[in-house]
Antibody, heavy 118, light 111 residues
Framework: EVQLVESGGDLVQPGGSLRLSCAAS????????MHWIRQAPGKGLEGIAY????????WYADSVKGRFTISRDNAKNSVYLQMNSLRDEDTAVYYC???????????WGQGTLVTVSS | QSALTQPRSVSGSPGQSVTISCTGT?????????VSWYQQHPGKAPKLIIN???KRSSGVLDRFSGSKSGNTASLTISGLQAEDEADYYC???????????FGTGTKVTVL
């Protein structure tokens, strides 16, 4: 069974940092581009970063560029999101997703909640 | 990439059909078929229902169909059922910038 399990969400003060992890299981991880997608409370979906199979291609949304870093470890079947200089507007549920082709996110984790507040 | 525009809400009676539009620019859709649709029930993660404009994801019923014409993609739900009541999002990939974005989301209500 394909599973994506996010962890690392927490309450953090503005300006703080967090590292999210996503552990994948039930499929061969390395051939898939992986994405982080977030959803602020009561709002829509926002793609914020993706990393290609080997990490050679990385993309960030303008809203997080320069503050967030995506990485992956194919040996550990995991993808990460290092979040620095967090802002109130980063408060959201963060989902890890697998892309089976091009923006075809066929599996999603359960999400992890990041709350940025003083 | 700017957010794709969807109607805030659509509604229909059981058995009817509803269509959700997703409007972007020529840069959003271009000549490529990188458009997908997601269904999200409250408190749940989104679920892929359509990718590559019109390909139904595994296990998705043929009541769901997708299409694209010019700068607008569409999702049609036929034979509307109570369990179809959810939020729906489109998503497109912009080849030139290798970026992507989601639509603003549409709430489908079954009357």
């Amino acid at each position: 069974e394909v599973q994506l399990v996010e962890s690392g969400g927490d309450l953090v003060q503005p300006g703080g940092s967090l590292r999210l992890s996503c552990a994948a299981s039930g499929f061969t991880f390395s051939p898939y581009t992986m994405h982080w997608i977030r959803q602020a409370p009561g709002k829509g979906l926002e793609g914020i970063a993706y990393i290609s199979t080997t990490g050679s291609t990385i993309w960030y949304a303008d809203s997080v560029k320069g503050r967030f870093t995506i990485s992956r470890d194919n040996a550990k079947n995991s993808v990460y999101l290092q979040m620095n200089s967090l802002r109130d507007e980063d408060t959201a549920v963060y989902y890890c997703t697998r892309d089976k082709s091009v923006v075809a996110f066929d599996y999603w984790g359960q999400g992890t909640l990041v709350t940025v507040s003083s | 990439q700017s957010a794709l525009t969807q109607p805030r809400s659509v509604s229909g009676s059981p058995g009817q059909s509803v269509t959700i539009s997703c409007t972007g620019t020529s840069r959003d859709f271009g000549d490529y078929n990188y458009v997908s649709w997601y269904q999200q029930h409250p408190g749940k993660a989104p679920k892929l229902i359509i990718n590559d404009v019109s390909k139904r994801s595994s296990g998705v019923l043929d009541r769901f169909s997708g299409s694209k014409s010019g700068n607008t993609a569409s999702l049609t739900i036929s034979g509307l059922q109570a369990e179809d009541e959810a939020d729906y999002y489109c998503c497109s990939y912009e080849v030139t910038s290798t970026s992507y974005g989601f639509g603003t989301g549409t709430k489908v209500t079954v009357l």
